[in-house]
């Protein structure tokens, strides 16, 4: 795919999700994701647009500033919620010409939903280098894997158990080989939870994981409701718009078994692929 298509891809599905109102970019996370709410943010433009919910620049840039990429605001560089230098190495290339496209598509008034990378890159920066912080996302994450969609089968209708074969069983095979752990899939709602050895092996390998690889496993995880399908994504072993589908199988099925239901289904289609896809981007380097 060429790369000028992606910030409009991109913008599609923003455009789409907002047909009906939708929270923060983590608004599926943990409170302690968002920061207490007594606390008072640091004064940047980031947080100054989600306050006034207007656009105040006029011009949107990519410079270089000692040695990194700065996406800037009328020649002032981005900062995140907590203030910090929203600051990408060169490789990161992508991802700042992303953020760059979103604060510049904005028109009048903010949309919090269409800056998919700019929050994801941000968590990224204000969090993913605290240790105390990854240790609590990597056992909230580790909770999923109980819980993980992809382990829950269905034995009919069959039109659904051969989507659930066909986008699961892939995924949970490459996991067990990859990782040496056993996974524990059932077709009833009687389930026990996963193997504590397999966790041990799984925490160790989000251990490894730099910010950016732990920013889009929180968010992937968090959207696909399937800890493996979030690290089958960040080990670049699926697809977002595979991902996207393993998580969406029973929706598929209901569409083609029903229709698809307006300002509903084609919604969460597209803000499925919008958090997945930005998950994605995220650990691209390009």
Request: aromatic share 6%.
């Amino acid at each position: 795919m060429s790369m000028s298509v992606i910030p409009s891809l991109l913008a599609r599905h923003s455009l789409r999700a907002s047909r009906r109102p939708v929270a923060h970019a983590l608004h599926c996370a943990p409170r302690w994701c968002r920061g207490l709410a007594s606390e008072v943010p640091p004064v940047t433009q980031t947080n100054r647009a989600e306050t006034s919910l207007k656009r105040f620049w006029k011009e949107v840039g990519i410079e270089t500033r000692d040695g990194k990429l700065a996406v800037t605001l009328d020649k002032r560089a981005l900062k995140t919620p907590e203030g910090n230098k929203l600051a990408l190495p060169e490789e990161k290339r992508l991802v700042a010409t992303l953020i760059a496209n979103e604060w510049d598509n904005q028109v009048a008034l903010l949309k919090q939903h269409a800056l998919p990378m700019t929050s994801i890159t941000s968590r990224a920066i204000d969090a993913m280098d605290n240790e105390e912080t990854r240790s609590e996302v990597r056992a909230a994450l580790l909770k999923y894997f109980d819980t993980d969609t992809i382990c829950f089968f269905s034995d009919r209708p069959e039109a659904l158990a051969q989507l659930q074969r066909d986008n699961w069983d892939p995924v949970i095979a490459w996991a067990r080989e990859k990782f040496g752990i056993e996974v524990r899939t059932t077709n009833t709602i009687m389930f026990e939870p996963q193997p504590a050895e397999s966790k041990v092996v799984l925490d160790e390998v989000m251990q490894g994981f730099d910010r950016w690889q732990m920013a889009a496993m929180e968010r992937a995880t968090y959207t696909t409701k399937s800890f493996l399908l979030a690290l089958a994504l960040v080990h670049k072993q699926i697809t977002a718009e595979q991902a996207a589908l393993a998580a969406q199988v029973e929706v598929s099925s209901q569409i083609e078994t029903w229709g698809e239901v307006e300002d509903s289904h084609d919604v969460d289609y597209h803000d499925v692929r919008r958090h997945v896809g930005s998950a994605a981007l995220l650990i691209a380097d390009i």
